[in-house]
């Protein structure tokens, strides 16, 4: 079985596959003062939840964009199960021919997720990450990463009103029944949801207009994508594991070469 972790900002999302079958997954919040000890044991006690022997583990592929949480986590892995993690960074085979300017500055899940939406997708595709920071990427069809754009996160963004404006509530990210809000509430959550659902659909737009290319296909993925797809005229699916299934490939490529 593989072990596949993405470490985020915010939230480190964690999946086992047997074979192409992803037969568990957790997500946690990303702690950098968590030990090595705490994680391991964590990861002893969610798999020993599912079934799963720790034993059963045979090789474990990671991506992070915390590079901080890294040393305790490669740690955990070393001594819980024996294991020197693959590290999805620069040298190591993705198939994907990064076009940035300077290609040490794309954060390694956005390339985990081109290589994903590629195998399951095909290109040109434009995947477009609900995270800490909302991220859209665009890839075409040869495996080229063409870029991207980056725009602060739905939830920090509801944060930034509470913390900043003096009169306005924490809210709960949902989408409320009416547009125009009758309440503080639901008057934030309004501006909140169809904000971005607005932002993602016109981006989306001068994306393609500017690709230029035919089949473009949106793919959707991280915490909030469900919420926002499901007002979205532009995004064409939601796949909320994206990252781990672009990490399960790269372990293929990799361990096959």
């Known amino acids: 079985m593989l072990l596949a972790i993405d470490v985020g900002n915010t939230y480190s999302v964690i999946g086992v596959y047997k074979s192409d079958a992803l037969v568990g997954n957790w997500r946690i919040s990303t702690t950098r003062e968590r030990t090595s000890d705490e994680i391991g044991m964590f990861l002893m006690s969610v798999l020993n939840h599912a079934g799963i022997s720790p034993g059963e583990i045979k090789a474990v592929i990671m991506c992070s964009v915390v590079p901080p949480a890294m040393h305790s986590i490669v740690n955990a892995i070393k001594k819980y199960f024996n294991i020197n993690p693959i590290l999805v960074e620069p040298g190591i085979k993705t198939g994907i021919n990064i076009k940035y300017e300077n290609p040490r500055e794309v954060g390694s899940d956005k390339i985990v997720n081109a290589v994903g939406a590629l195998k399951l997708y095909g290109g040109p595709v434009i995947i477009v990450d609900f995270g800490t920071a909302t991220t859209f990427c665009a890839v075409n069809q040869k495996g080229d990463y063409l870029g991207g754009i980056i725009c602060p996160g739905i939830k920090i963004s509801a944060e930034a009103l509470f913390d900043k404006a003096s009169m306005l509530p924490r809210i709960e990210i949902t989408k409320p029944k009416h547009i125009i809000g009758r309440t503080t ?73």
């Not at 509430?185 to 994306?207: A, K, N, T």
């Not at 089949?215 to 797809?229: D, E, Q, R, S």
């Open 185 to 257: 509430v639901s008057s934030m959550q309004s501006g909140i949801i169809y904000g971005f659902i607005g932002q993602v659909d016109h981006i989306i737009r001068l994306m393609k207009r500017e690709l230029a290319m035919k089949g473009i296909k949106v793919i959707a993925t991280g915490g909030m994508a469900n919420l926002i797809a499901s007002g979205s005229e532009a995004i064409d699916e939601v796949n909320t594991f994206l990252t781990l299934e672009g990490l399960k490939t790269v372990y293929q490529m990799n361990s096959n070469a």
